[in-house]
């Protein structure tokens, strides 16, 4: 009877419990309180407090997709009050958050791996977001019968770098083969050489080039020329190359070999000094002509070497004073917020090639309203600045590239471009050409009376390392101007997701853009401090996520994009007609978060 009677007991608690806890849902609807939204988690933290708290007692915490937070089995024993039924299952689990700031108010606990529970007199939930920097996709789950509901945040860690300062931050990397250096630019180089040769007097008009070449060895190119008309010279030597200023690369003689002259011109004053020498009389006249003759052939070879030496180095410090990277280059042609300042950091030598370390540091923002200023001023009161992940890019050696030339970029450069596309518009701006307002509007026109008036960016893209063949991808902070909606204004609508991005090759159009998928996409409804669930069913009805794939995948019309062919034919026409053209490229990741793109060039 007393266990019957306890039974008895036990289930009108349970029932209850219940009953109280529908009462609160249709009394109060579930939603999470927070200090600012989609905002930066100064501490390393997220904090929240679900309301009504009873709600939130058996709410779920993910964080990027993992259960950090909850029941579903992931709840650890309270150590100070767990209690063990007969079967050995905890009485006392209580729902855990990870690493939340200890409190010694009777209602927290800490679990065998230094967690922690939520104070459940209050509904304060707190996770901790673990050290990686970018964005954190934050998603309060409260399972229901009908399905379950989501509120979703997100929290930007860092740590950040100063935006816009003056530390060269090498992400860019360019890597040239030494065959290609024999394919593509020694050809125009010896054409423009035999062209200047006829204008040197001692050579003449029928001035034949019979040797041009570059080698690489060690530190240094190798050179040797030779250039044949009314007299022959020929020289050879070695020149170092170093970063001689921001947008220099120094070249200086190293060593200079043997200088060979000869020619009708050396011929007479050989023989004219012999004959000078000859006029020794007696025994001595054939040493007499021998010694002019040597004499006269040392100063020649001296006089020549001297000339030499002097026109070389008075024509290298003019190449190393020539700017061989634009000071700003705007990386989207035609778009001057997309612009940045480009750097040397190094430079190195080797049989493989030659390869550079330069800087890209974006400029800073340059509103020409009012209006645009207080949006600049808005967007960077939001962003800490871009996400240091602390990548660098492989060493300068070995340089032996497998295409002709190879460009790479680090995560650290890409999240700072990022950055400041977002804070100057741009980013929003490239979306509105790609027209994406008017094709999620048409797409939501097709099942729904709801429509899309705007897009508004208030947080960059955050890319992290991702798997290897690609980058994980999380957007927060963006806000949706909805159209056709009824009854009670819900606020801003703010969108969040995670995916899965990587660059996406075009041979048939010679262009460069991003391919990728969403695996997560949520939104939340957000006023005054707090998130609710809301428009749940228009992500599900519309089939969203199939929707954006379709709009990411390889090839997709109307995703922004680099035309990679054109710009090597327009920017190598002074080195030769035509300028160079795109044969293959090749996209791979050496190392995570470092972004590789090879290219064969013809």
């Known amino acids: 009877m007393a266990g019957l009677a306890g039974l008895a007991l036990a289930g009108a608690l349970l029932a209850a419990g219940r009953g109280a806890l529908i009462e609160a849902a249709a009394a109060e609807p579930f939603r999470v309180e927070v200090a600012s939204p989609h905002a930066p988690a100064a501490d390393g933290r997220w904090s929240g407090r679900g309301v009504p ?3 939130a007692a058996r709410a779920v915490v993910r964080v990027d997709g993992e259960v950090r937070a909850g029941p579903e089995g992931h709840a650890q024993k309270d150590m100070f009050a767990a209690r063990d039924d007969s079967r050995g299952h905890a009485l006392a689990d209580m729902p855990r958050v990870a690493e939340a700031a200890g409190r010694d108010d009777g209602m927290s606990g800490s679990g ?3 967690h922690v529970y939520e104070n459940m007199s209050d509904g304060t939930l707190s996770v901790a977001l673990g050290d990686a920097p970018g964005l954190r996709l934050i998603e309060v789950e409260l399972p229901r019968q009908g399905g379950a509901e ?46 200047a040769a006829p204008s040197i007097g001692l050579l003449g008009p029928g001035t034949t080039l019979e040797e041009a070449s570059v080698t690489l060895r060690g530190d240094a190119l190798w050179f040797r020329v030779a250039l044949a008309g009314e007299h022959r010279i020929a020289v050879s030597g070695a020149l170092e190359v170093r970063v001689a200023g921001p947008r220099q690369l120094g070249v200086r003689l190293a ?19 012999a004959g000078l020498g000859a006029l020794v009389t007696g025994p001595l006249a054939p040493l007499g002509a021998l010694a002019g003759y040597a004499l006269a052939d040392g100063y020649i070879d001296r006089r020549a070497r001297q000339e030499v030496e002097t026109q070389l ?58 209006q645009e200023a207080s949006r600049v001023r808005t967007r960077l009161a939001a ?28 995560l650290d450069t890409v999240d700072a471009l990022l950055d400041a596309w977002t804070a100057n518009g741009l980013l929003g701006d490239l979306m509105g050409r790609a027209q994406w307002v008017e094709r999620v509007d048409e797409a939501l026109g097709e099942w729904t009376t709801l429509g899309l008036a705007e897009i508004e960016v208030r947080l960059p893209p955050s890319l992290s390392p991702g798997t290897g063949d690609g980058w994980a991808l999380t957007v927060a902070g963006l806000r949706l101007g909805l159209t056709g909606r009824e009854g009670e204004d819900p606020g801003e609508v703010l969108v969040a997701g995670r995916g899965f991005v990587r660059p996406h090759w075009d041979a048939g159009r010679g262009r460069l853009a991003l391919a990728g998928t969403i695996d997560r996409l949520r939104l939340s409804c957000a006023r005054a401090g707090a998130l609710w669930p809301c428009f749940a069913a228009l992500l599900e009805m519309g089939d969203v996520e199939a929707r954006l794939d379709a709009l990411l995948a390889p090839g997709a019309a109307g995703l922004p994009g680099i035309q990679v062919r054109a710009l090597l034919r327009d920017g190598t026409r002074a080195l030769r007609d035509g300028g160079l053209e795109l044969a293959d490229l090749a996209i791979s990741y050496p190392q995570p978060g470092v972004l590789r793109v090879a290219a064969e060039v013809r």
């Open 53 to 55: 708290p009873e709600l």
């Open 112 to 114: 065998p791996e230094g």
């Open 150 to 195: 989501v509120a979703t945040d997100a929290a930007l860690v860092g740590p950040f770098r100063a935006r816009y300062d003056d530390s060269p931050g090498c992400g860019a990397g360019v890597r040239v083969a030494a065959r290609a250096i024999d394919r593509l630019v020694l050809p125009p180089l010896r054409e423009k050489l035999l062209a």
């Open 255 to 273: 060593s200079l070999g043997p200088v060979e002259f000869t020619g009708t011109l050396r011929t007479r004053a050989t023989l004219g000094a």
């Open 313 to 370: 180095t008075a024509a290298l410090a003019v190449a190393s004073a020539i700017p061989l990277i634009p000071e700003r280059a705007e990386l989207i042609v035609g778009e001057p917020r997309s612009r940045a300042t480009l750097a040397f950091c190094a430079v190195a030598i080797e049989s493989g090639g030659i390869a550079a370390h330069l800087s890209v540091r974006p400029d800073k923002p340059d509103p020409k309203t009012s």
């Open 383 to 410: 962003i800490p600045g871009p996400a240091r992940h602390g990548l660098e890019l492989p060493p300068l050696r070995p340089v032996a590239p497998t295409a002709d030339a190879e460009v790479e970029l680090s």
